[in-house]
C-alpha cells in the first residue's frame, strides 16, 4: 500500500469501481509525464451516487459531499491506469463543472470538496489551479462534473 492509499485507509476512506468505459475516450489518458482526466462525476461505476440540481434538489452541503465522492472517483480511474497512486507528483489543473439552479453563485464552495480532499491526501503537491462553472444539465444529471491535469512520474 502506498502512502496516498494509507492516507485514504487513514480518513477511513475507500475507493469506488473504476468510471465505466462508454463511448470512444478514456477516463484517463497519460501523455509525456501528464494524466489528462476526463470529467468524472460522483459515481461508483456505472452507479451515480447523487444526482440533482445544485440549488434546487441538492444543497451545497451536498453537492460539497458530490464533489468528494468524485474525487474518489478521479482516484480511482488513476489508481486503474497507473497501478499506484503515488505516482501522481503533483495536481495541476481541476476545473469542476456544477449544474446549478439560476441564480445560484456558490460554485466555489461546491468544488472545495474536490480540492480539500486532494490537498489532505497529497499536501501542498495537491495544490492546483481551479475553475469552477456553472452550467445547466449535466450529464446523467450528476451535480458536479470534475475533470484534471495531473503530473506523473515514471
Known sequence: ????????????????????????FEPVKLYGGLAYVAGH???DGPTPLMQG???????VEQA??????TALAILASLK???????RVSQW???????QTAPNFQQNASVVNGFSDLIVDLWGDAGRHARS????????FNVPVIVDA??????
Open 41 to 43: 462525476g460522483p459515481f
Open 92 to 98: 495541476l489543473r481541476v476545473v469542476g463543472y456544477v
Open 1 to 24: 500500500m502506498g502512502l496516498i492509499e494509507a492516507r485514504l485507509a487513514e480518513l477511513e476512506l475507500t475507493l469506488p469501481a473504476p468510471m465505466s468505459r462508454f463511448g470512444s
Open 80 to 86: 486503474e491506469t497507473l497501478g499506484e497512486l503515488d
Open 64 to 69: 460539497h459531499d458530490a464533489a468528494r465522492l
Open 53 to 59: 440540481v445544485v440549488g434546487q434538489d441538492v444543497t
Open 149 to 154: 491535469i495531473v503530473a506523473v512520474e515514471a
Open 132 to 139: 469552477a462553472p456553472g452550467q445547466g444539465p449535466s450529464p
